[in-house]
């Protein structure tokens, strides 16, 4: 253990030597000079109960006098900041990738909240990598660019308070429409899509892999015979092989359609905002409380730094400073 202030605790001791200096040499005459003689003060001192008294008010004395200095020399040197090395071994939290897939306009309100809530999220986080994806466009590639993501998210959520173009950021540029003659999109081609944002998405990561949709379940039109590219079963499958998390928060609970079961068998969470969009923020919190868990097992790692130890100095003063307490208490007896 060393000292961080070297001169605070040479102040002190030669303080604590200098009243201990002063104390003897001082003269005593004025005590002594109020000291009343008595008679056969010899004949009192050696008695029996005489020489036991003496003895124990002298050993009281001593381990005052100790516990006091122990006292001063630990107070001295806290305040002179010992330091020390610290040691710590743990299992550092795995890295995790975070994909946002939106099936909502961006001027939707639920999308603004959606979008604020992980700018204000992306400003925390520290191993994770986070992406956007809307029904047609990659418009966060995978990142750990946490200033960026904040910044974007939050240019993006405030299209559902101004519905209009801000800075060059549009409702268009979000999700454009796209029109095709022999296809119509669906619910799993989205998620399909948002899955392929994950870097080397065809196989399984060290990263976890979360995927967090909002939208409706059923984003084609009840007449729409053009055919889709998808099944929920290969959704699901894809989403097992990557090792990927679907969790899912529909915008209307009589649109669900395969939501709640491609949400099931990835492991994932199923959230319905129909009538209780107010309670977006506490939804998402419940998913991000339950992370998917690592595919591969983390080592404990040991971690060293340098910094102030003040712990045992400060212990032994609280132990000292009861045992005097108990020891005056018990010579006032």
């Known amino acids: 253990m060393a000292l961080t202030w070297w001169p605070v605790a040479i102040a002190g001791f030669a303080c604590a030597a200098a009243a201990i200096v002063l104390a003897l040499v001082l003269p005593m005459e004025q005590v002594r ?3 009343r003689r008595m008679a056969n003060t010899s004949r009192l001192t050696r008695l029996p109960e005489y020489a036991r008294l003496a003895r124990a008010r002298l050993f009281s004395m001593l381990i005052a006098v100790a516990l006091i200095a122990v006292l001063l020399g630990t107070a001295v040197v806290a305040s002179a900041r010992p330091n020390g090395w610290w040691w710590s071994s743990a299992v550092p939290d795995p890295p995790e990738d975070i994909m946002l897939c939106v099936g909502e306009p961006a001027d939707e309100p639920v999308t603004g909240e959606f979008l604020t809530y992980f700018a204000n ?3 925390t986080y520290g191993t994770e990598r986070i992406g956007l994806t809307s029904a047609n466009r990659r418009v966060i590639p995978m990142t750990r660019d946490y200033q960026y993501v ?6 993006l959520s405030r299209l559902s308070r101004d519905r209009g173009d801000d800075g060059g950021v549009s409702p268009a540029s979000f999700s454009p429409e796209v029109s095709y003659v022999d296809y119509a999109s669906s619910v799993e081609d989205v998620l399909a899509l948002c899955m392929t944002g994950f870097p080397t998405f065809e196989s399984t990561s060290s ?3 979360s995927l967090i949709y909002l939208g409706s379940g059923q984003l084609r039109a009840p007449e729409e015979t053009r055919p889709s590219l998808l099944t929920a079963e290969q959704v699901s499958a894809m989403a097992s092989k990557a090792g990927i998390q679907i969790n899912a928060l529909s915008t209307s609970s009589r649109n669900a359609g395969v939501l709640p079961t491609i949400a099931k068998s990835s492991g994932g969470q199923y959230f319905s905002l129909e009538n209780r969009q107010d309670q977006l923020t506490g939804d998402l919190d ?15 790692t040991a971690t060293s730094w340098f910094g102030d130890a003040p712990a045992v100095p400060l212990a032994v003063a609280v132990v000292a400073s009861m045992l005097l307490c108990l020891s005056l208490m018990v010579l006032r007896r």
């Open 207 to 209: 990263h976890r892999r």
């Open 286 to 300: 419940a998913i991000r409380s339950n992370p998917p868990a690592a595919t591969e097992p983390i080592e404990e």
């Open 150 to 155: 904040a910044g974007r998210l939050g240019d």
């Open 121 to 123: 999220e992306a400003r």
């Open 33 to 35: 000079r109020q000291l």
